[in-house]
């Protein structure tokens, strides 16, 4: 008599996936802003308590793993943009949400090496970030805080800008300070004449 067949394993809820993939991007964003981008890519996995085999399932290389950090950056920054809110409120709560993004951005941009793939998809996430401020903008306008002319790229420059000028160094009074004193010359050049 034949013994039955063994059960056949099952895969892993996709759930778990989900959450292994997240920690590699949380562990990535930690590591490349502390060691900067050559950090080895053991180290990431490690951080993120799973095997370098998980982080090559999940990201191709380097790069397509910084895309990912930028693009669960715009992810969070989507889900908090409120369009009825006043623009100025707005930039600022953005320059704060951002500033984390924008200066790891800054810190690995000088050794980000992109073939056209990876440079297409960086396109597309800048491309991705317009859009998303594209309600905010239009509702700023419609409510006579921004002019007409102003577009979603100027949005995202002010944001990048204003962004610019918090230090991780800074207490929070110094932030405030920065934040205010660049969106109001920001501000006074986006709206209409």
């Known amino acids: 008599m034949t013994e039955p067949a063994a059960?056949?394993?099952?895969?892993?809820?996709?759930?778990?996936a989900a959450r292994r993939r997240e920690a590699l991007i949380t562990a990535a964003a930690a590591r490349f802003?502390?060691?900067g981008y050559g950090v080895p890519l053991e180290a990431i996995a490690a951080a993120a308590g799973v095997g370098r085999a998980t982080l090559?399932?999940?990201?191709e290389d380097r790069e397509a793993l910084a895309l990912a950090i930028f693009s669960s950056a715009v992810d969070r920054l989507e889900a908090m943009l409120d369009p009825a809110a006043p623009i100025g409120t707005t930039l600022a709560t953005t320059v704060r949400a951002g500033t984390g993004a924008l200066s790891l951005f800054a810190r690995i941009a000088a050794d980000l090496h992109l073939d056209d793939a990876n440079r297409a998809a960086f396109q597309q996430l800048a491309m991705r970030l317009e859009t998303v401020f594209a309600p905010v903008l239009h509702a700023a306008q419609l409510r006579g805080e921004v002019s007409d002319e102003?577009?979603?790229?100027?949005?995202?420059?002010?944001?990048r800008m204003a962004g610019s000028l918090v230090l991780p160094f800074?207490?929070?009074d110094e932030?405030?300070?920065?934040?205010?004193a660049a969106l109001r010359l920001l501000l006074k050049g986006l709206r209409p004449r």
Request: charged share 35%; no cysteine; proline share 8%.
């Open 150 to 159: 102003v577009t979603s790229r100027d949005l995202v420059l002010s944001v």
């Open 170 to 172: 800074m207490d929070e």
């Open 175 to 180: 932030v405030s300070a920065k934040i205010e």
């Open 7 to 16: 059960p056949r394993p099952t895969r892993a809820p996709r759930r778990d």
């Open 56 to 59: 090559y399932r999940n990201f």
């Open 33 to 35: 802003a502390e060691q």
